[in-house]
């Protein structure tokens, strides 16, 4: 998988796929029409691209996630932590808690996860 940008309108199918996974292409018509307002030709359109990205496959009429939501979304933040700060996750973090100050929560979420990475 190389492509990690997705559009807004293929990060909204995606997470329809996700949610709903595995699914018939045929069920999955149904809801992109109920949920995005879709016909049929969008629907196999947006797929093939996100099957050519490599998030999803289409075999047999079956629709299956190869790569889960949780992982395509780090590797997203790991491609942004990258590209903006060098790949330096304490720049990042220094950068995004200059603006918005982190409640006690966040904090006891992050300091439990730096102590389970130990």
């Not at 996700?18 to 045929?26: E, L, Q």
């Not at 889960?68 to 304490?90: N, Y």
């Not at 918005?100 to 439990?112: A, C, G, P, V």
């Amino acid at each position: 998988m190389s492509d990690l940008t997705l559009a807004p309108i293929e990060s909204k199918f995606a997470e329809l796929i996700w949610a709903n996974a595995p699914v018939s292409s045929g069920d999955l018509v149904r809801l992109a029409e109920a949920a995005l307002g879709w016909k049929k030709s969008t629907t196999y359109t947006v797929l093939r691209r996100l099957c050519q990205k490599g998030l999803f496959q289409n075999q047999n009429g079956a629709v299956t996630a190869l790569v889960t939501q949780e992982d395509f979304r780090a590797r997203q933040s790991e491609a942004v932590i990258e590209e903006a700060f060098g790949g330096s996750l304490p720049k990042f973090l220094a950068a995004f808690t200059s603006r918005k100050k982190l409640t006690e929560t966040e904090i006891d979420t992050l300091q439990r996860l730096i102590d389970e990475s130990r």
